[in-house]
């Protein structure tokens, strides 16, 4: 039927493609039935009410395939096609308004989603669909929540809720509850942004709907990744990407990846970081991913920056300002866009030493983020590199503020990450206002807890840092174990820059540099990990290695992260067959 062209047959071929389109749909098999739905459109009558209703049942499906696919401009054109067949007092009107408004949303045009959304809600109410009136509160309040209208999205939800529960249907209930997760994780409390996300996922579970669930997951991912714990964040990374593969949905994939490159960035992953990166990128820009892309040209230009390839960094920052409408005057503000990209202009400067430029770069992201109450931005990355360029601006007294910010942030929110940036900012200014010794101690704390989490590329920043500290003070001895652990990882990340001031604080020690390459198999092991290793293979549990070796047990296992990557191994039973046979051949 697909193949005929006869004029008696056409009529029938445009019933079946419709119905196999329509099947395809469901299964999420997205290809298959955008392939089947165009060809239903191609044969069905050009006159007469058969044609009509083939096109009026295909066309919203079609756009659906589309929107599925990412391809939210084509989707968008075939919106306004349905919406022109169907009248202001049809039922369904509030619903084609509620997607033609999300794909304007999608298309990065928030204030004419807004008003697509607002007459649609205006709609539902009139026609009495008070399913379709909680439908369109939801895209309402995500739009307000993305240009930073959080009080007005959670007055938005708060009907919404009520209204799902009376109407005694799960799958709107897990909408509602995944929006109000959502908003929560951007305004806080982050208490309530679990709560809500559980409760979505146990509802998305019960009816069956991957989307509501990916999107719940992601959000606790978000919250766990920006506080800081990142094997937790690397396990709900896990999750949400299966949840995408699933739904055989590449938007999804891109929204994953977003949090995979940062997850790389931290962990000193960076290879890997770069190639995700470089094939997100590309995938959002064939897309149209307005929202997204802007993120992901960020935290990939945050490697480059760690390796010194500043050229191509500001390709991707450039691009990144260009996207979320930065170099626009009057331009609507996306919070989610545009905060991430102030950070990532905030890093460019600070690597090209520009700090005055950097410091008018955060503030502005600052001013956004808190100005909206998105604090978990500020905390994240923001408040951080703004208080580094002040301190190398020379504007102590701004920086130590900047610090005591990231400490009351941290407190309301049980942020870990923020205390150790407090911890380290504090330390610095310690070391600016002379008194060193001190300093030296909270260094320690700062660099030992971002171990941790783990942030390898800060951690070993701060340790340089701590390194010369020490050297001042004459402890010589522990200056050079300081830099030789940041040699370790510099030269592992290949962050030149940094591994050219390593050296030369070597050289300024009267002592010379190790190998600028990092040795490969156990050899490649620092100290330190070479003693948790061969504690692994006498069967000591972490618990068990951390007391022996004074560390609390999370570090032990974050050392134990860091081998495993280093030597391409998943388990300790393969650990302890290469530390026994490194030890015999030693011998």
């Given at each position: 039927?697909?193949?005929t062209?006869?004029p008696g047959?056409r009529e029938?071929?445009?019933?079946?493609?419709?119905?196999?389109?329509r099947t395809?749909?469901?299964?999420?098999?997205?290809?298959?039935?955008?392939?089947?739905?165009?060809s239903?459109?191609?044969r069905a009558?050009?006159?007469g009410?058969?044609?009509?209703?083939?096109?009026?049942?295909?066309?919203?499906?079609?756009?659906?395939?589309?929107?599925?696919l990412?391809?939210?401009?084509?989707?968008?054109?075939?919106?306004?096609?349905?919406?022109?067949?169907?009248?202001a007092?049809?039922?369904e009107?509030?619903?084609?308004?509620?997607?033609?408004?999300?794909?304007?949303f999608?298309?990065?045009?928030?204030?004419?989603?807004?008003?697509?959304l607002?007459?649609g809600?205006?709609?539902?109410?009139?026609?009495g669909?008070r399913?379709a009136?909680?439908?369109l509160?939801?895209?309402?309040?995500?739009?307000?929540?993305?240009?930073?209208?959080?009080?007005?999205?959670?007055?938005?939800?708060?009907?919404?809720?009520?209204?799902?529960?009376a109407?005694g249907d799960?799958?709107?209930?897990?909408?509602?509850?995944?929006?109000?997760a959502?908003?929560?994780v951007?305004?806080?409390?982050?208490?309530?942004?679990?709560?809500?996300?559980?409760?979505?996922?146990a509802?998305a579970?019960?009816?069956?709907?991957?989307?509501?669930?990916?999107?719940?997951?992601?959000g606790?991912?978000?919250?766990?990744?920006?506080?800081g714990?990142?094997?937790?964040l690397?396990?709900?990374?896990?999750?949400?990407?299966?949840?995408?593969?699933?739904?055989?949905?590449?938007?999804?994939r891109?929204?994953?990846?977003?949090?995979?490159i940062?997850?790389?960035?931290?962990?000193?992953?960076w290879?890997?970081?770069?190639?995700?990166?470089n094939?997100?990128i590309?995938?959002a820009?064939?897309l149209?991913?307005?929202?997204?892309?802007p993120?992901l040209?960020?935290?990939?230009?945050?490697?480059h920056?760690?390796?010194?390839q500043l050229?191509?960094?500001?390709?991707?920052?450039d691009?990144?300002?260009?996207?979320a409408?930065?170099?626009?005057?009057?331009?609507a503000?996306?919070?989610?866009?545009?905060?991430?990209?102030?950070?990532?202009?905030?890093?460019?400067?600070?690597?090209?030493?520009?700090?005055?430029?950097?410091?008018?770069?955060?503030?502005?992201?600052?001013?956004?983020?808190?100005?909206?109450?998105?604090?978990?931005?500020?905390?994240?990355?923001?408040l951080?590199?703004?208080?580094?360029?002040?301190?190398w601006?020379g504007?102590?007294?701004?920086a130590?503020?900047?610090?005591?910010?990231?400490r009351e942030?941290?407190?309301?929110?049980d942020?870990?990450l923020?205390h150790?940036?407090?911890?380290?900012?504090?330390?610095l200014?310690?070391?600016?206002?002379g008194?060193?010794?001190?300093?030296?101690?909270?260094?320690?704390?700062?660099?030992?807890?971002?171990?941790?989490i783990p942030?390898?590329?800060?951690?070993?920043?701060?340790?340089r840092?701590?390194?010369?500290r020490?050297?001042e003070?004459?402890?010589v001895?522990?200056a050079?174990?300081e830099?030789?652990?940041?040699?370790?990882?510099?030269?592992?990340?290949?962050a030149?820059?940094?591994?050219?001031?390593?050296?030369?604080?070597?050289?300024?020690?009267?002592?010379?540099?190790?190998?600028?390459?990092?040795?490969s198999?156990?050899?490649?092991?620092t100290?330190?990990?070479l003693e948790?290793?061969?504690?692994v293979a006498?069967?000591r549990s972490?618990?068990?290695?951390?007391?022996?070796?004074?560390?609390s047990?999370?570090?032990?296992?974050?050392?134990?992260?860091n081998?495993?990557?280093?030597?391409?191994?998943r388990?300790?039973?393969e650990?302890?067959?290469?530390i026994r046979?490194?030890?015999?051949?030693?011998?």
């Amino acid at each position: 039927l697909a193949r005929t062209d006869a004029p008696g047959l056409r009529e029938k071929a445009a019933v079946y493609m419709a119905a196999a389109g329509r099947t395809a749909l469901e299964r999420r098999a997205d290809h298959e039935a955008l392939s089947y739905l165009r060809s239903a459109l191609e044969r069905a009558p050009e006159a007469g009410a058969d044609g009509a209703r083939i096109r009026a049942e295909v066309t919203p499906q079609l756009a659906r395939a589309h929107q599925h696919l990412g391809d939210f401009e084509a989707a968008g054109t075939l919106w306004d096609a349905a919406l022109a067949n169907v009248p202001a007092e049809a039922v369904e009107h509030a619903d084609l308004r509620r997607a033609r408004g999300m794909c304007h949303f999608w298309c990065g045009r928030h204030e004419e989603a807004h008003e697509e959304l607002v007459a649609g809600l205006a709609a539902a109410e009139r026609s009495g669909d008070r399913a379709a009136a909680v439908r369109l509160r939801i895209a309402r309040a995500h739009c307000l929540q993305e240009l930073g209208r959080g009080k007005a999205a959670a007055e938005t939800l708060s009907p919404a809720l009520e209204l799902a529960e009376a109407l005694g249907d799960p799958g709107l209930q897990a909408r509602v509850h995944r929006a109000l997760a959502l908003l929560h994780v951007w305004i806080g409390p982050p208490e309530r942004a679990q709560q809500h996300a559980e409760r979505a996922i146990a509802l998305a579970r019960r009816v069956g709907d991957l989307s509501i669930e990916f999107w719940a997951r992601w959000g606790l991912a978000v919250v766990t990744g920006m506080r800081g714990d990142t094997e937790q964040l690397a396990r709900a990374v896990e999750e949400v990407n299966q949840l995408a593969e699933t739904a055989r949905s590449p938007v999804l994939r891109l929204w994953t990846a977003d949090m995979a490159i940062e997850l790389a960035y931290f962990r000193g992953e960076w290879d890997q970081g770069i190639a995700i990166g470089n094939k997100a990128i590309a995938l959002a820009r064939s897309l149209n991913q307005r929202t997204l892309l802007p993120r992901l040209l960020v935290w990939t230009s945050q490697i480059h920056l760690g390796r010194g390839q500043l050229d191509e960094a500001k390709k991707l920052v450039d691009e990144a300002v260009a996207v979320a409408g930065l170099d626009k005057p009057g331009a609507a503000v996306d919070v989610h866009q545009v905060v991430p990209v102030y950070i990532g202009l905030a890093y460019y400067y600070v690597g090209l030493g520009d700090f005055r430029d950097a410091i008018a770069a955060a503030e502005k992201g600052r001013e956004i983020a808190e100005g909206t109450g998105y604090v978990l931005w500020a905390m994240h990355r923001l408040l951080p590199i703004l208080g580094e360029a002040y301190l190398w601006a020379g504007e102590i007294d701004k920086a130590a503020e900047i610090g005591r910010q990231m400490r009351e942030h941290s407190l309301k929110v049980d942020h870990r990450l923020g205390h150790a940036w407090a911890d380290t900012c504090e330390a610095l200014v310690m070391w600016k206002r002379g008194n060193t010794e001190a300093s030296v101690a909270l260094m320690r704390k700062g660099a030992t807890a971002l171990e941790e989490i783990p942030m390898m590329w800060d951690a070993a920043r701060l340790r340089r840092q701590l390194a010369g500290r020490l050297a001042e003070l004459g402890a010589v001895d522990e200056a050079l174990t300081e830099l030789r652990r940041t040699h370790e990882v510099f030269s592992r990340l290949g962050a030149s820059l940094e591994l050219e001031k390593t050296r030369m604080q070597f050289r300024d020690l009267g002592c010379r540099p190790p190998a600028r390459s990092v040795a490969s198999g156990v050899a490649g092991l620092t100290a330190r990990e070479l003693e948790v290793a061969r504690l692994v293979a006498k069967r000591r549990s972490n618990k068990a290695i951390g007391k022996e070796l004074d560390m609390s047990a999370r570090t032990a296992s974050t050392h134990l992260s860091n081998i495993y990557q280093k030597l391409g191994i998943r388990s300790r039973g393969e650990l302890a067959d290469m530390i026994r046979e490194h030890d015999v051949r030693s011998r």
